[in-house]
């Protein structure tokens, strides 16, 4: 095979393998596959893992689903989260102990932003504060899934 014709099928397949791993397309419902996620968290060590770093994955498409969790008090499995970086960045690690602080571990990751401390010892009231303050950063950032962000709230 020609030199040429090798860099351009080397090409090609690089394009569409990172294009599978930039997360969901533009029209794709994310809310199912969110909730799953999220219900994936509260499994076992192993599928708390995989579904907060697949959250990762989803990146800034997949924010106001994951606002619209923000508030779950489930206790997760394992009270540590190592977030797997890409090109070669170093991992983080978060010690939340409910849902919400894991999600917000992932929406800090996701936005560059925190709404307040992250960690398990925060009161169900400092939960909310920072639910309330991410909704209406949601809502302003994200003005035509406004809905999206706010359906959590109850």
């Given at each position: 095979?020609?030199?040429?014709?090798?860099?351009?099928?080397?090409?090609?397949?690089t394009s569409i393998a990172s294009a599978e791993d930039a997360g969901p397309g533009p029209t794709e419902d994310l809310a199912p596959r969110v909730a799953r996620l999220v219900d994936d968290t509260t499994k076992d060590a192993a599928s708390?893992?995989?579904?907060?770093?697949?959250?990762?994955?989803?990146?800034?498409?997949?924010?106001?689903?994951?606002?619209?969790?923000?508030?779950d008090d489930r206790r997760l499995p394992e009270q540590s989260i190592w977030i797997h970086r890409s090109g070669g960045r170093a991992e983080r690690q978060y010690k939340p102990w409910y849902v919400h602080d894991g999600l917000e571990a992932v929406l800090t990751e996701l936005t560059g932003f925190t709404m307040g401390p992250q960690n398990?010892?925060?009161?169900?009231?400092?939960?909310?504060?920072?639910?309330?303050?991410?909704v209406a950063w949601c809502v302003e950032r994200y003005p035509a899934q406004a809905d999206v962000c706010r359906s959590g709230q109850r």
């Open positions: 095979m020609k030199p040429s014709v090798l860099t351009l099928a080397l090409l090609v397949a708390e893992d995989r579904a907060f770093n697949q959250l990762l994955r989803l990146g800034r498409a997949g924010v106001p689903y994951i606002v619209a969790h923000l508030g398990g010892h925060l009161l169900p009231s400092q939960r909310k504060q920072s639910t309330r303050k991410w």
